[in-house]
């Protein structure tokens, strides 16, 4: 019995954009601030859709990791207004002390 060599399919037009878009997003600074491992996760995806045995397993792997760049983008704007919240809460906690520091002087 002779065993073919298995061939992996080419890459998808939809591998190309979703690396792509993958790349545009590696470029916000604040995905990679705040939600680097999630976009990680993305790329590793990606890595598996390359490296697929079927280009269906490849279309579900792009499924995938768009959905993963997606969220990366979503969890940074989301982690990022947070930050700020908190940032304005403790500016906003630290009112009343100026604010009786003030009167102290006068």
């Known amino acids: 019995m002779i065993l073919g060599c298995s061939t992996k399919p080419p890459k998808s037009e939809e591998l190309v954009a979703a690396e792509q878009f993958y790349q545009d997003t590696l470029q ?7 939600a ?3 976009l990680n996760k ?3 995806t990606l890595n598996s859709a390359t490296n697929a045995e079927t ?8 499924y ?14 989301i982690n990022a207004s947070v930050k700020r919240t908190r940032e304005i ?4 906690s ?9 009167k102290e002087e006068q």
């Open 28 to 34: 916000n600074p604040k995905v990679n601030e705040y």
């Open 36 to 38: 680097a491992n999630e």
């Open 42 to 44: 993305a790329k590793e």
């Open 55 to 62: 280009p269906e397993q490849m279309a579900s792997l792009v």
């Open 64 to 77: 995938v990791g768009n959905n993963q760049i997606n969220t990366a983008i979503v969890a940074a704007e």
């Open 89 to 92: 809460i403790t500016l906003i």
């Open 94 to 102: 630290n009112l009343p002390k100026l604010y009786d520091f003030g």
